[in-house]
């Protein structure tokens, strides 16, 4: 990003989901209200304070439409209806009310690429061959030999291609066999899901989080996909194949323009798009003249290695691929991926809070994060994620980040009067939001000062990003925005004590928050002593650029 641009950003005015932090709630285990085991609609109302003071401005839900629970609701069958044993409409209409009479925003899972196999849509397609709604989905003849048509593999595991004997050809479905494909190159599927769009933006949903945009089209030949030399056993079966021709296609970017122009016909919507693609593929779904989605989600640090200067390039390699006019995002975790304190440990999990809160653009944080929740062991026998339960073995399934939210020392932890869905981590009497609201070294308590601080702070929330430091151990950046004090951020992503002595920088200023609170208020001049596991910001009285022959570690400071 260019100097001019920074300065022209610092003075403008920002969106609702620029300045502020999205928060994604998973419905089935957030707060259950009738008893049942499963979170709902009413427990989310009965928690909307508890997100309010915490301090984000949206919430993300995952989806909460009438489903067969074949994916826990990522396989639709009425895309404009409520799961009942979620609540009606009348729950999610006083829940939408709710959210914005607290000055929030809420967000609804779109889920465009496949619909259950029990939507009226798909039972109508394999009621016979000359149905009009066949080609609503991918319907393909066997080859000569018998064999599939082509060898695309399911992210769930095995053939992604499904054979129904009734009308004697296959369907073609990326995940789960009970998640058929939607055709995208007939035009009347594209009318129909811009139409369900809108039924939910006269609603006053904020916008949409959309579900596996990078699949939603395929190779119009219907080609082979390479193989991948670097396939390990360890890993899901999808993986043995490189996906170049079943996702990422070159079409994907009209429907998404078209897409965003049914945000556009409403006031402040917002279009995220999940994709997993490499940073210089991702922002192409920016659009041209950013008129695609508004935030393709990047999810560089939920599989990074935790690594100083690993994390230090990949965040110089997205800020240097984003064009001018687009805004950032991270993410640090979500309902597919391990959560960040399973992955880095408790003590290295708030390094991570300070590093999601306080780089350039909008954080999204996953439910329960903010406590430092874990990934709880499932049993095999009561493994329900159906990408776990297809693939034994391999510790693929993805109920352990989904276990219900431990709320207090209460009995299942608050989250239910009944027998939970999935288990609740066994130490949730000691880590839960009642024990950490009370404690100031608590995660629960780094988040509220973390928060806090960037919303207070232009700098932190809209100010450039400017590298410093990175070595072995510590990463450091500075964010400032013009006419704004500026905020010196160092993480120590090791155990073991680091120090940082720049010599491209000198600095004096205040520590202001640190994961290791002992520090605050601490004044601080040219260097730092951190302890292991330790994140901090210096709040800068002043600060210059030296020139000198760096470090060869160091990265340029820009003045």
């Known amino acids: 990003m260019s100097d001019d641009t920074m300065q022209e950003n610092n003075q403008k005015q920002y969106l609702w989901w620029q300045d502020g932090i999205i928060y994604q709630v998973y419905p089935r285990s957030f707060q259950d209200a009738n008893g049942d085991g499963i979170g709902d609609l009413r427990g989310m109302i009965l928690r909307l304070e508890y997100l309010k003071t915490l301090g984000v401005k949206a919430i993300w839900l995952s989806p909460i439409y009438p489903s067969p629970m074949a994916d826990f609701g990522y396989d639709i069958s009425d895309y404009r209806g409520i799961w009942p044993t979620f609540g009606?409409?009348?729950?999610?209409?006083?829940?939408?009310?709710?959210v914005h009479a607290m000055g929030m925003k809420l967000i609804l899972d779109l889920v465009p690429n496949h619909s259950s196999d029990e939507h009226p849509w798909f039972l109508e397609s394999r009621s016979s061959r000359d149905n009009p709604k066949r080609d609503w989905y991918i319907w393909k003849d066997a080859k000569p030999d018998g064999g599939l048509p082509n060898n695309w593999l399911s992210v769930f595991g095995g053939p992604a291609w499904e054979w129904d004997g009734k009308t004697g050809q296959y369907y073609y479905h990326a995940f789960h066999v009970k998640q058929p494909d939607l055709n995208w190159r007939n035009p009347q599927v594209e009318k129909a899901m811009l139409d369900i769009m809108r039924w939910w933006l006269d609603k006053g949903v904020d916008g949409?989080?959309?579900?596996?945009?990078?699949?939603?089209?395929?190779?119009?030949?219907?080609?082979?996909?390479?193989?991948?030399?670097?396939?390990?056993?360890?890993?899901?079966?999808?993986?043995?194949?490189?996906?170049?021709?079943?996702?990422?296609?070159?079409?994907?970017?009209?429907?998404?323009?078209?897409?965003?122009?049914?945000?556009?016909?409403y006031h402040q919507r917002l279009m995220i798009a999940e994709i997993y693609l490499p940073v210089h593929r991702l922002v192409a779904y920016y659009g041209t003249h950013d008129r695609e989605a508004h935030l393709p989600f990047n999810f560089t640090l939920t599989s990074l290695p935790w690594d100083s200067r690993s994390i230090a390039a990949a965040i110089d390699e997205y800020e240097a691929a984003l064009p001018d006019t687009d805004w950032p995002n991270w993410v640090m975790g979500n309902h597919d991926q391990p959560r960040i304190s399973s992955r880095v440990g408790l003590g290295q999990s708030k390094v991570a809070a300070v590093l999601l809160l306080t780089l350039r653009g909008t954080p999204t944080l996953y439910y329960g994060d903010e406590i430092g929740m874990r990934d709880v062991p499932i049993p095999p026998g009561e493994v329900q994620d159906p990408q776990g339960l297809n693939m034994p073995g391999k510790n693929l399934s993805r109920d352990p980040e989904r276990t219900p939210m431990q709320w207090d020392q209460t009995r299942n932890g608050?989250?239910?009067?009944?027998?939970?869905?999935?288990?609740?981590?066994?130490s949730f009497r000691r880590r839960n939001v009642a024990t950490q609201e009370k404690d100031e070294y608590s995660p629960l308590c780094l988040y509220h000062k973390l928060i806090r601080l960037r919303q207070q702070e232009p700098s932190l929330m809209v100010g450039a990003y400017k590298p410093v430091y990175s070595d072995t151990q510590l990463l450091a950046y500075i964010r400032q925005a013009d006419g704004h004090p500026g905020f010196l951020i160092v993480l120590n992503l090791t155990h073991r004590p680091g120090y940082f002595t720049p010599s491209t920088i000198r600095f004096t200023g205040v520590i202001v928050v640190d994961s290791f609170p002992e520090q605050e208020q601490v004044s601080v001049k040219d260097s730092l002593d951190l302890f292991g596991d330790e994140g901090l910001i210096v709040r800068l009285d002043d600060w210059?650029?030296?020139?000198?022959?760096?470090?060869?570690h160091e990265l340029a400071a820009m003045p």
């Open 208 to 265: 949409f989080r959309v579900d596996a945009m990078w699949h939603m089209i395929k190779d119009a030949q219907w080609r082979d996909n390479p193989r991948n030399p670097d396939y390990k056993e360890s890993m899901g079966s999808y993986e043995q194949l490189l996906p170049v021709y079943s996702t990422d296609q070159p079409e994907m970017h009209g429907i998404a323009a078209r897409m965003r122009k049914v945000l556009d016909e």
């Open 88 to 98: 009606s409409m009348a729950d999610f209409d006083e829940l939408l009310a709710n």
């Open 414 to 426: 608050g989250f239910t009067a009944g027998q939970p869905w999935l288990r609740i981590d066994r």
């Open 544 to 552: 210059r650029a030296v020139s000198t022959n760096p470090n060869p």
